[in-house]
């Protein structure tokens, strides 16, 4: 039996799975084991387990079954309940970036699959400078970044190295870091709050809007698609701005909801992602674009996009209200 409920034109919300590729499919607390309706994070690990960063903790989906990881049962590791970040490094050790409330950050925890560590400015001894962590990277030479409210702190396996306007020269053009990319060249980006930080091991650069053709400041997050071109998304201020912007190494252009005729859906970008069959796709604070052939289409408008992930031919969507699904051939294995 199939139930349906007509949100838009473009998003079809399936409370029992129909299995019709094609469809989008929405997952909410109501229908899985998500402890909350808004999802921040998305992350399916080497063994194939399913993790979700939730306003209500870490919900994870594995062999069949889900759990759910709070305060309460990791030993108080999670200082916060609002997971932000997901990440696991090549060790196979679990980071998550939490949020205590909308006021207090959360820091770090770790997870080696056994035992729960809490990382935070305290028992770093300042290592990390904010209990604000809004990303979590690994290098090519497996150190472990994480940015924060106040500049970007490295962690070789023993000692800490903060990063910052000061100390980088404006390498790292503002201490508000929102994002880190590592590129195929195995080279590091910053989304700052004033442009883009780059740092390639040895020395920093930056592009603003001051000594490059970035016509935004406030950069969100930083992506390069298998062509090598570079996407940077914005969000927008007091006096408006926003938007994507694509570089392709000589040339530079903006995208904004106006010029994309509503294809870029809000100018407020949260993620960039792109998928197997090449067509790249933009979260923002009301949807989630499609551009691909020089087209751009709209989906869940109105909808919080904070996160996406692919499985197999599946699209996954983090959103305000659970996981929204684009399916493939068939459905995630919690909907089977």
């Known amino acids: 039996m199939r ?14 799975f129909s299995g019709w590729a094609g469809e989008w499919v929405l997952f909410t607390r109501e229908n899985t084991g998500l402890p909350s309706a808004a999802v921040w994070d998305l992350m399916k690990d080497g063994r194939g387990w399913y993790w979700f960063g939730t306003g209500g903790g870490i919900a994870l989906f594995r062999q069949g079954k889900w759990a759910l990881f709070t305060p309460k049962n990791t030993e108080r590791a999670l200082k916060g309940k609002s997971v932000v970040k997901i990440f696991q490094d090549t060790e196979g050790v679990y980071w998550f970036a939490t949020r ?13 699959g056994k035992h729960w560590q809490l990382w935070d400015k305290e028992r770093t001894g300042g290592g990390l400078p904010s209990d604000y962590v809004w990303d979590i990277v690994e290098d090519s030479q497996g150190r472990l970044w994480f940015a924060t409210d106040k500049g970007v702190s490295c962690y070789d396996g023993e000692r800490w190295y903060l990063y910052n306007r000061t100390n980088t020269g404006l390498g790292l053009p503002g201490d508000s870091v929102w994002d880190i990319f590592v590129d195929k060249g195995g080279d590091l980006w910053f989304a700052t709050d004033k442009g883009v930080g780059w740092f390639n091991g040895k020395e920093w650069r930056n592009l603003t809007k001051f000594n490059s053709g970035l016509p935004r400041a406030n950069i969100s997050v930083v992506f390069q698609d298998s062509d090598g071109n570079f996407w940077f998304g914005s969000r927008s201020g007091l006096w408006g701005g926003g938007g994507l912007i694509f570089y392709d190494g000589t040339k530079w252009k903006l995208y904004t909801r106006k010029n994309t005729h509503g294809g870029l859906p809000h ?10 069959n090449g067509a790249v796709w933009v979260g923002t604070r009301r949807g989630v ?3 691909q052939g020089g087209k751009w289409q709209a989906f869940l408008k109105n909808e919080p996009v904070w996160d996406i992930m692919e499985d197999g031919k599946n699209l996954f969507f983090a959103v305000s209200r659970g996981v929204a699904v684009l399916v493939g051939d068939s459905p995630p294995p919690w909907g089977r």
């Not at 100018?267 to 197997?276: E, G």
Request: charged share 20%; glycine share 10%; aromatic share 16%.
């Open 289 to 291: 674009a499609r551009f």
């Open 267 to 276: 100018n407020d970008i949260n993620v960039i992602f792109q998928d197997s």
């Open 100 to 112: 205590r409330s909308f006021i207090g950050g959360g820091g770090v925890t770790r997870y080696d």
């Open 3 to 16: 139930c349906r409920m007509v949100m838009a034109t473009v998003f079809l919300l399936v409370f029992a």
